[in-house]
């Protein structure tokens, strides 16, 4: 049997029997330090440029199209390996496959 880790891009199938491990992997790469998984200089960059706008409560995400709170928080999305601009945190970016620590048996 087999199962998807939606957290690789693009979502690979694993045997069952090692998808522990790989969940390992992916564990241990969130430990790594941010600018070490692709959140360095242009990261961060990018997002003190958004902030003032998302503060004024203007900014829509770019997920869903809803206006993201100036009180909630917030994340750079990502399409296809680039930004896509701000987005809901809870409600849209991490829940997308990439952020799903879980797969599904197929």
Not at 30 to 49: F, K, S
Request: proline residues 6%; positive net charge; charged residues 35%.
């Amino acid at each position: 049997m087999k199962r998807v880790c939606k957290r690789c891009i693009p979502p690979r199938l694993i045997d069952a029997s090692e998808f522990e491990a790989h969940r390992q992997e992916h564990k241990n790469e969130d430990a790594l330090p941010a600018y070490q998984r692709g959140y360095g200089t242009e990261h961060r960059n990018l997002r003190a440029w958004w902030a003032p706008k998302v503060a004024m409560g203007t900014v829509r995400c770019w997920r869903c199209g809803e206006l993201i709170d100036p009180r909630g928080e917030w994340d750079l999305g990502h399409r296809d390996g680039i930004h896509a601009g701000p987005e809901h945190r809870s409600e849209c970016n991490r829940r997308t496959a990439t952020h799903r620590a879980e797969g599904e048996a197929i």
